[in-house]
């Protein structure tokens, strides 16, 4: 079970770091803020910067506390702090949440190789879900790591190879910046303004420090110490690679302006058929499907994880390793095909933009704060945590479904967005002051903090092996890209000298990983 679901309990910092940046930037990189930096241009490299600050902030105050917990999942924190009954409506919630959640993210994954290869859409979400729910199941965690880790380097490389020969393409930077229309460089525009970057960034804090699915980031390294470094690297990554991502779909608006629609879904793709050489197109298009299936391939695995630990193993607490086992595949197949359909159902919703935005306003701070807040708490309760839930997921509903059909009312991007981090915020402060000023008892936490000390550390097995091998893995995987990447460099009609030095640098890399893990 600690190896399914947690590699150990011992994972290097650097892989779960490098996990965590891929988990949450796949889920729409290259579809989600691809579309917005064709159409709006600097706005979404603004957008993602909110990821950079809510990584340093968790690097340096909420990972270390995760980790503390001594939890192997946030189910199993709100169970301890929070009392069962809590931790069973947060559960019901929790997966119903992440069907959407991975649907939503499986849907990209379909439409870059609907763009790339003309398959139907219909068709490669299903293909591509079944997939995705074989290897998660035979797998685990290690098996998302692996993936993860892997495409983080195929993509960089590809990525590195794709901005200078589209620049190239339309002149160079001068010729780029030239002819971009017009507020194409602002940092805001009238659609995503200074307050939804603000909202977004509070957004981004509770969503990614208390998704249960980035959890297990935090609590499956070895020390807290570890888990703040976890936090870091997804920060310093997210201080980079925003620029480096969104510049072909922003380029793609110069060489071509007539995408509209949904049709500017597929900007990015489109930017790479135009420039990369022979071969590479189809390491580009296989890293963006891994990648952006790293989303739907963690959420999975946390759910069924949260089913089998959390549910399954309460009514079944005698249930052997094996039945426990067995139960997890078959949550994540289940659980799997389910995100199949969500994702069918995406077009029919606004496009996968709306869909992702409106689903991160109704849900991240309504789900995700109020046992963030008890973590560093000693008033709050289960019955109070669940009430600010419940009541911000009725709020922020009602402004998005009820008021437009009935009174004609649509929230702007802004105020949906600040609603949805607001409400939670003022009604767990406002609990916060009600328990301060009539001096609350806090027995239950107390208690909570006692049973705490005297608990088992979840790192119970030995894991130096199960990480040597991970490394090693990791590491012919990377150096057979490598390789793979300095051959195809004798194919390209153009960019063959990049193309190879980039193939060298990454084989060099796999081998370093290699030597690393010979233990």
């Known amino acids: 079970m600690k190896s399914y679901f947690a590699a150990g309990g011992n994972l290097p910092w650097w892989m779960s770091g490098l996990s965590l940046f891929m988990s949450f930037f796949s889920a729409g990189t290259f579809v989600v803020?691809?579309?917005?930096?064709?159409?709006?241009?600097?706005?979404?490299?603004?957008?993602q910067l909110t990821m950079a600050a809510a990584g340093f902030v968790i690097g340096f105050f909420i990972a270390p506390k995760w980790r503390k917990t001594k939890a192997l999942?946030?189910?199993?924190?709100?169970?301890?702090r929070l009392g069962y009954n809590t931790q069973k409506v947060y559960t019901y919630l929790f997966l119903v949440i992440s069907l959407f959640?991975?649907?939503?993210?499986?849907?990209p994954v379909a439409k870059i190789v609907e763009v790339s290869t003309g398959v139907p859409i219909t068709t490669s979400i299903i293909i591509l879900g079944i997939l995705i729910l074989i290897y998660t199941a035979v797998g685990g965690l290690w098996a998302v790591i692996v993936t993860d880790v892997l495409q983080f380097v195929v993509l960089t490389a590809a990525v590195l190879i794709v901005v200078p020969l589209s620049l190239n393409k339309i002149g160079g930077i001068n010729d780029f910046i030239a002819n971009a229309p017009v507020g194409f460089f602002n940092l805001v525009n009238e659609e995503y303004s200074w307050g939804f970057i603000i909202a977004f960034g509070f957004y981004n804090l509770f969503f990614i420090a208390g998704n249960w699915a980035y959890v297990q980031r935090y609590t499956s390294v070895s020390t807290p110490k570890e888990a703040k470094k976890v936090g870091w690297l997804f920060g310093a990554l997210y201080l980079i690679s925003p620029i480096i991502w969104m510049?072909?779909?922003?380029i793609y608006r110069v060489l071509n302006p007539d995408l509209d629609g949904l049709a500017s879904e597929g900007a990015y793709l489109l930017m790479c058929k135009e420039v990369l050489p022979v071969g590479m197109l189809g390491l580009?298009?296989?890293?963006?499907?891994?990648?952006?299936?790293s989303s739907v391939n963690t959420t999975l695995n946390i759910s069924a994880g949260v089913l089998t630990n959390d549910v399954y193993k309460h009514f079944r607490p005698k249930a052997t390793t094996q039945q426990l086992i067995k139960v997890a595949k078959l949550s994540t197949v289940i659980l799997g095909l389910i995100t199949i359909v969500v994702a069918l159902l995406v077009p029919f919703l606004g496009g996968v933009v709306e869909f992702v935005l409106s689903l991160a306003a109704i849900t991240g701070g309504a789900m995700f704060l109020p046992p963030l807040w008890a973590m560093f708490s000693s008033r709050q309760t289960g019955k109070t945590s669940l009430f600010v839930t419940i009541t911000a997921l009725?709020?922020?509903?009602f402004f998005k479904f009820i008021t437009p059909e009935l009174y004609n009312f649509t929230l702007s991007r802004t105020l949906e967005m600040s609603f949805g981090v607001g409400i939670p915020i003022l009604l767990l402060a406002l609990t916060e002051f009600y328990f301060f000023i009539n001096k609350s008892d806090k027995t239950d936490y107390l208690k909570y903090i006692k049973i705490n000390e005297l608990r088992l550390d979840s790192t119970e097995e030995?894991?130096?092996?199960?990480?040597?091998k991970g490394g090693r893995v990791i590491g012919i995987g990377v150096a057979s890209t490598g390789l793979l990447i300095f051959l195809l460099s004798f194919l390209a009609e153009n960019g063959a000298l990049l193309v190879g030095c980039m193939g060298f640098i990454v084989m060099v890399l796999g081998g370093f990983i290699i030597h690393k893990n010979l233990k």
């Open 101 to 107: 959640t991975t649907g939503a993210f499986l849907y």
């Open 33 to 47: 803020w691809g579309s917005i930096a064709y159409d709006s241009g600097w706005v979404a490299v603004t957008i």
């Open 73 to 80: 999942t946030a189910a199993e924190f709100i169970t301890n």
């Open 462 to 468: 030995d894991s130096t092996k199960g990480n040597a």
């Open 247 to 250: 510049l072909p779909p922003m």
């Open 394 to 397: 009725i709020i922020n509903s």
């Open 284 to 293: 580009m298009l296989g890293g963006m499907i891994f990648a952006t299936s």
